[in-house]
């Protein structure tokens, strides 16, 4: 696959990376950039930080691999601190090694468990490039050139709460649904649509998954961005923050879910359970999720200063925030790359920022400086 397809930005202004420090990058020449991408938000905790090598180090030196047919303690730590931060009825987690494999993870139980299955997804939706992820995925770039997908998807206009319902019915297995969407533009939903699928969901049968994998762990400024709404899902995926850098995921569902047969090799195994659990406590004792909910807010106050005509619009919650532009987005991010702060697109005219969370007020300003420079 050429890489042109996966990122718009760095495919054509490749620049290599070699270290990582906490918010900064460095090249092979020892240039510095402020990370404002995080790797689409995997680097939420800084890179190579310090309190999570040490966990990784720690399990890797006790046990480096088990199979999850074994109980193993690091394991079940993991499960329960995620069990902790979820609320109440969502007591059940499985672990996986990317996001994809934790909304496949929510297609299937969904499936098996209501007997139902009508899968459905918004419009502008990403949740992911297996077959399952990408049948639930809108945009025809991630969709084409693998039909036929899985059978059964249907799609409804984000925050369109008559679309939803008239499309969930009796055979609806699940409702998935980003509370921000991040890949298709940075919008958050309104409340109502997420009151409605709620309803609609309880109604019907089906199961509500809410796709946190890009919004979870802090980055809005709580642990999970549905709670700013009071709207609970019956399941809800995570994954990029949560290995601290190693591949990791995880769909936290409740009792009334489950997955039959499905299951995978390097689920829960014990050295990226180490590094989650060390990631989610990192975030929890150092309270990330108030971070980003201040260092958002100043950020989001800082670019709507900027004078210029070049900003259409500017959209986000904490730390997940949208510039959409008048032009195309990446000849921006080029320029923005140059002057030393690395940013994503989402969509084609909107730049994205996801700054890790441990993000200070003087890299705000930077970045900000630089960005006012090339808008
Ligand atoms: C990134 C992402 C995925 C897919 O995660 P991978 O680890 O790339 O498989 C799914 N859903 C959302 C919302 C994402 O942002």
Known sequence: MKEKEIDPVFSKKPIDIEKGKGVYLYDSEDNEYLDFGASYGVAAVGHSNDFILKAIEKQFKKLSFVHGSHPNSTREKLMNRLIEITPEKLNKVFLANSGTEAVEAAIKF???SSGSSKIIAAKRGFHGRTMGSTSATWKP?????FEPLVPGFNFVGYNDSEDLKET????TACVLIEPIQGEGGIYPAEKEFLKTARDLCSDFGAFLVFDEIQTGLGRTGNIWSFEHYGIKPDA?????ALGGGLPASALICGEEMSGAEHGGTYSGNPVVSASSKATLDYILKNELQRNAA???EIFINKLKNI?????VDIRGRGLIVGVQVRHKSPPLLYQLAEKGVLALTSGINVMRFLPPLVVEEKHIEKAVEKIEEVV
């Open 236 to 240: 809800l995926t995570s994954a990029k």
């Open 307 to 311: 004078d210029s005509d070049e900003i």
């Open 294 to 296: 201040e260092m958002g």
């Open 141 to 145: 770039k991630y969709r084409k050139p």
């Open 110 to 112: 969904s499936r098996a």
């Open 168 to 171: 969930v019915d009796n055979d």
